[in-house]
């Protein structure tokens, strides 16, 4: 019996090693979401406000009330709120609403780089805010021509805040905040 098992052993053995071998398997590489944007174009925006600024062709303004605005990107959940005060010899009490404002996400945040600005030629001076992390917005500014005008934005993306999943469009929309900011004009 033993000379009858050990031939059909082998044989099986053969059979399965030949025909049982397939590609090994290999777990997949690790990848990222590509989110490709289009290259921003930009238009001067003007109204009865007193200050103008380039848009992007891809954003959707809409006035909320007089001189304070909602730009909205739908493609990417994404709202850049603006909001204009005149100086009435309240500059230290904006000032200091507009930098608590950034503030207020230290909790969450990984870091907050500030970023002066100063546009001598247009009388415009502001401090511009990148926050990085899982924080409710990722870039703000606010700018003023330290008499008369002072304008607050923020980024806010109808998202849960994920830094990792948000950051390309986080990226794209701070170079058109940081183009608003470098194109402001009082009239």
Not at 21 to 35: F, G, I, M, T
Not at 73 to 82: C, D, F, G, L, W
Request: hydrophobic share 40%; net charge positive; glycine share 2%.
């Amino acid at each position: 019996m033993l000379k009858k098992i050990i031939p059909f052993l082998v044989l099986t053995s053969v059979f399965f090693s030949i025909f049982g071998c397939k590609d090994d398997v290999l777990p997949k590489p690790s990848s990222h979401l590509r989110l490709d944007y289009p290259v921003a174009e930009y238009v001067p925006f003007e109204n009865s406000c007193p200050f103008t600024f380039d848009l992007n062709t891809d954003a959707v303004i809409k006035e909320k009330t007089p001189c304070n605005f909602e730009i909205n990107y739908p493609k990417m959940k994404a709202t850049i709120y603006i909001t204009y005060k005149p100086i009435n010899n309240n500059l230290k009490l904006l000032l200091r609403d507009a930098q608590k404002l950034t503030y207020e996400h230290v909790i969450k945040a990984d870091a907050i780089t500030d970023q002066p600005f100063i546009n001598e030629n247009n009388k415009v001076y502001g401090m511009f805010y990148q926050v990085n992390g899982n924080a409710a917005t990722n870039a703000q500014f606010y700018a003023t021509d330290s008499t008369k005008n002072f304008i607050d934005c923020s980024l806010y993306f109808y998202a849960k805040p994920n830094f990792d999943s948000i950051y390309p469009a986080v990226n794209y929309v701070k170079n058109d905040m940081r183009r608003l900011m470098e194109s402001l004009n009082w009239k």
